[in-house]
């Protein structure tokens, strides 16, 4: 457990590299996070009134919330809707982060990948997000043409979380495999099965956790029903290698075509989608 002041250190790095994660406590105060929470709700009602399915080419993952009302379970470029929310991705602590690229040479990607991404997880009967089996974040470079590259995926927990209560689990260490190990050292998101070797996290509100693209690992259930389940993650994709941002006439990967199968879609006639000309102040839209 670390503490992120105004670097990054040498131990920092060290364990990093070791490891191939790191957690920081206390990255935001509890009331920030309250705050970020309320502008995630936000966002949310704008995506729900708007009967948006998609964002620059994601699909949105509904589900149902403890009193039935639809709840979007997994939000892509969140940032787009909200101000508050971009000017915390921008902020200069996080570029910091960007030190555990090294050597290459790091951006935060608010418009590549699935940019701010906003997961939700809640054991609700209608839930569509309560897990997520095995994986690593390389395989979705092959899947866009280009050879695999470093990446960090940084979340900032909203919610407590300790390890009882399911979250985030990793293999440490293995972002250093072989490309065999990468690809085929579990099945790629559907297992779940607890590995002997997987270290939990207990976390807390505003806590951050920064793993490497290439490291193994999933999210465990929650033992819990209705609120006691709910956790919230904000994940920053932190990048290198060639700029490739999306907007509203990108194509939806094929994994995330797989992934949308079977999914729930509470808005029959829907077929919105939105880009980067949405990126504007919201107050009164989002917030109503």
Known sequence: MFNLSSAITREQLDFFDKNGYIQ??????RDDAKTLVEEVNGVQRYLVRKEITKVNGIPLKYGKDIDGRPLVQRISF???????LREFVLQDRLQLLKAFLGPYEGRIGESEKDGLVVNHYLNTGDSEYTRLGWHTDSPRD???????????????????????????????????Q??????????????????????????????LTVHDGRLWHR???SPAIGEASR???????????????????????????????????PFKKAKARVGEQTLQPLPEHVRA
């Open 78 to 84: 969140a940032s787009q809707f909200s101000t508050t």
């Open 142 to 176: 092959l899947f866009m043409g280009s050879r695999i590259m470093p990446m960090l995926n940084v979340g900032l927990h909203l919610d407590d979380c300790p390890a009882s209560n399911g979250g985030l689990r990793v293999l440490a260490g293995t972002h250093k």
């Open 178 to 207: 072989n490309v065999l190990r990468l690809l085929f050292r579990k099945k790629y998101f559907v297992d779940h099965t607890p590995d002997k070797k997987e270290t939990s996290f207990d976390i807390a509100s505003g806590d």
């Open 219 to 221: 999210v465990q259930q």
């Open 24 to 29: 920081f406590r206390n990255f935001i105060s």
């Open 231 to 265: 956790r919230r993650v904000l994940y920053i994709p932190v990048v290198t290698g060639a700029y490739r941002p999306k907007n509203s006439n990108s194509a939806t990967p094929f994994y995330h075509k797989l992934g949308s199968l079977g999914s729930i879609n």
